[in-house]
């Protein structure tokens, strides 16, 4: 029984159109707001920062007065430079203020009048500071001098605290409006979240009730697209093992060493078969048995280091051998009869090369039942490119011993020649020459 449609349907595009307007809106009122928050913010510690510096100004003016005035009266030698930092401390206090306060002109304008104010009882405060002059002074001039000291002091500190009120009023105001532009935010955003939340709920219950009718139909396709999803998979590791072959056929030319080649080789079929495990095994010129060349990953299933032809279906067959649990054939004799045979696979492949035995790759791993096993067709091909490349190196080899070897009287030159230019020639003559 079909489901009939819903009757929402119509206003689904109108409610989405909606519910993302009033999110863009949110969102942009939100940074808009993070931006008003930071100017607000640089427009609170500008305040502050005038402030302390009003502060700092004063308290300079202050310990320059102080300094002055005990340098006077005791005649104490350590007041006197104490006295002149102050002074140059609240100078330059004073210009720093004139230019923090250069964003309001009427601020800046006391500033300015503060700074030469200061500047003004500075220098008036020198005269205290005079050594010649400090006896010398009589007692009415001193108190004239304290009279206009009083008066600087005076203009000083009212031009200080009408500076204090005036920042202290701008920082209240900023508070206030900061404050009303947060709730003002707050409010928007909160309202535009929770109609958008709303439309987007009711859309979600049209979408509900529309997956019912859909259900039936995913049901059938899901085995599918899971077939489809595992032959994607199977594509790409199959595409990366040929990359991965490719680079190993490059590399391998490149060679200069049995042992460079069986390093490649192994690092390379570890990438190609994860947590795989095996060995390489290489004839000995007497072609009787079988000696283990290299070895990688936590075996799996044991070999032994040496083993004879007769013990290896791959190599009695000439072709690979490959087992899988119970399936496959039977072991090779060289494989260790007590490891078990389910979940286990193992793979023998000859070494060949011009109709030539070379050695053995014997690769082995752990499986799953029901899981296609892959891996096989790549070590294969795998092993057929390390048996040419075997071969190569043992023929360049050759020539080399034979390059750098003296020939024998009895040699000919036809014989040196096919010696040193022919395979066969060379595999036969691998030692001294006997020509004739």
Same mark, same amino acid.
């Given at each position: 029984?079909?489901?009939?449609?819903?009757?929402?349907?119509?206003?689904?595009? #109108?409610? !989405?159109?909606?519910?993302?307007?009033?999110?863009?809106?949110?969102?942009?009122?939100?940074?808009?707001?993070?931006?008003?928050?930071?100017?607000?913010?640089?427009?609170?510690?500008?305040?502050?920062?005038?402030?302390?510096?009003?502060?700092?100004?004063?308290?300079?003016?202050?310990?320059?007065?102080?300094?002055? &005035?005990?340098?006077?009266?005791?005649?104490?030698?350590?007041?006197?430079?104490?006295?002149?930092?102050?002074?140059?401390?609240?100078?330059?206090?004073?210009?720093?203020?004139?230019?923090?306060?250069?964003?309001?002109?009427?601020?800046?304008?006391?500033?300015?009048?503060?700074?030469?104010?200061?500047?003004?009882?500075?220098? *008036?405060?020198?005269?205290?500071?005079?050594? =010649?002059?400090?006896? *010398?002074?009589?007692?009415?001039?001193?108190? &004239?001098?304290?009279?206009?000291?009083?008066?600087?002091?005076?203009?000083?500190?009212?031009?200080?605290?009408?500076?204090?009120? !005036? =920042?202290?009023?701008?920082?209240?105001?900023?508070?206030?409006?900061? =404050?009303?532009?947060?709730?003002?935010?707050?409010?928007?955003?909160?309202?535009?979240?929770?109609?958008?939340?709303?439309?987007?709920?009711?859309?979600?219950?049209?979408?509900?009730?529309?997956?019912?009718?859909?259900?039936?139909? %995913?049901? %059938?396709?899901?085995?599918?697209?899971?077939?489809?999803?595992?032959?994607?998979?199977?594509?790409?590791?199959?595409?990366?093992?040929?990359?991965?072959?490719? !680079?190993?056929?490059?590399?391998?030319?490149?060679?200069?060493?049995? %042992?460079?080649?069986?390093?490649?080789?192994?690092?390379?079929?570890?990438?190609?078969?994860?947590?795989?495990?095996?060995?390489?095994?290489?004839?000995?010129?007497?072609?009787?048995?079988?000696?283990?060349?290299?070895?990688?990953?936590?075996?799996?299933?044991?070999?032994?280091?040496?083993?004879?032809?007769?013990?290896?279906?791959?190599?009695?067959?000439?072709?690979?051998?490959?087992?899988?649990?119970?399936?496959?054939?039977?072991?090779? =004799?060289?494989?260790?009869?007590?490891?078990?045979?389910?979940?286990?696979?193992?793979?023998?492949?000859?070494?060949?090369?011009?109709?030539?035995?070379?050695?053995?790759?014997?690769?082995?791993?752990?499986?799953?039942?029901?899981?296609?096993?892959?891996?096989?067709?790549?070590?294969?091909?795998?092993?057929?490119?390390?048996?040419?490349?075997?071969?190569?190196?043992?023929?360049?080899?050759?020539?080399?011993?034979?390059?750098?070897?003296?020939?024998? #009287?009895?040699?000919?030159?036809?014989?040196?020649?096919?010696?040193?230019?022919?395979?066969?020639?060379?595999?036969?003559?691998?030692?001294?020459? &006997?020509?004739?």
């Amino acid at each position: 029984m079909s489901v009939p449609p819903s009757r929402t349907r119509r206003l689904r595009i #109108p409610a !989405v159109a909606i519910a993302l307007v009033l999110l863009l809106g949110a969102g942009i009122a939100a940074v808009m707001g993070v931006r008003s928050f930071q100017a607000a913010g640089n427009s609170l510690e500008h305040s502050y920062r005038v402030i302390n510096l009003i502060e700092a100004t004063d308290a300079a003016v202050r310990a320059a007065e102080a300094n002055a &005035r005990g340098f006077r009266n005791t005649s104490v030698a350590e007041y006197r430079p104490q006295a002149f930092a102050a002074m140059a401390r609240a100078d330059r206090l004073g210009d720093q203020l004139v230019e923090l306060t250069a964003d309001n002109p009427q601020q800046q304008a006391r500033a300015r009048t503060l700074a030469g104010a200061i500047a003004s009882h500075m220098a *008036a405060m020198q005269v205290l500071l005079d050594v =010649e002059s400090l006896d *010398a002074t009589d007692a009415d001039v001193r108190r &004239r001098d304290a009279g206009v000291n009083l008066r600087r002091v005076a203009e000083l500190t009212a031009l200080s605290q009408e500076m204090h009120a !005036v =920042e202290q009023m701008l920082l209240q105001q900023r508070r206030e409006r900061s =404050e009303r532009e947060a709730t003002t935010l707050v409010l928007f955003i909160v309202l535009a979240m929770t109609i958008a939340l709303i439309l987007l709920g009711m859309l979600l219950v049209g979408l509900a009730r529309e997956n019912r009718r859909s259900r039936q139909l %995913e049901r %059938e396709a899901r085995h599918a697209v899971s077939e489809l999803q595992h032959a994607l998979v199977l594509r790409d590791t199959l595409a990366e093992q040929r990359r991965t072959q490719s !680079v190993y056929a490059g590399l391998l030319q490149s060679c200069q060493s049995r %042992e460079e080649l069986m390093s490649l080789t192994m690092r390379t079929v570890q990438d190609l078969v994860p947590g795989s495990s095996g060995r390489c095994y290489l004839s000995r010129t007497s072609q009787n048995f079988l000696e283990s060349a290299a070895s990688f990953g936590n075996q799996v299933i044991s070999s032994g280091d040496v083993i004879m032809h007769e013990q290896c279906w791959a190599l009695r067959r000439g072709q690979p051998h490959y087992t899988r649990g119970r399936s496959g054939g039977l072991r090779c =004799e060289h494989i260790d009869p007590d490891t078990p045979v389910e979940g286990v696979s193992s793979l023998c492949v000859p070494l060949v090369a011009q109709g030539a035995s070379l050695g053995l790759l014997h690769v082995s791993g752990r499986t799953s039942d029901g899981v296609e096993d892959n891996d096989a067709p790549i070590i294969i091909a795998i092993a057929e490119q390390m048996g040419m490349a075997i071969a190569n190196l043992q023929l360049r080899e050759t020539l080399r011993l034979q390059s750098i070897a003296t020939p024998s #009287p009895a040699c000919s030159t036809a014989a040196i020649w096919r010696r040193t230019w022919s395979a066969r020639c060379c595999a036969a003559n691998a030692g001294a020459c &006997r020509c004739r």
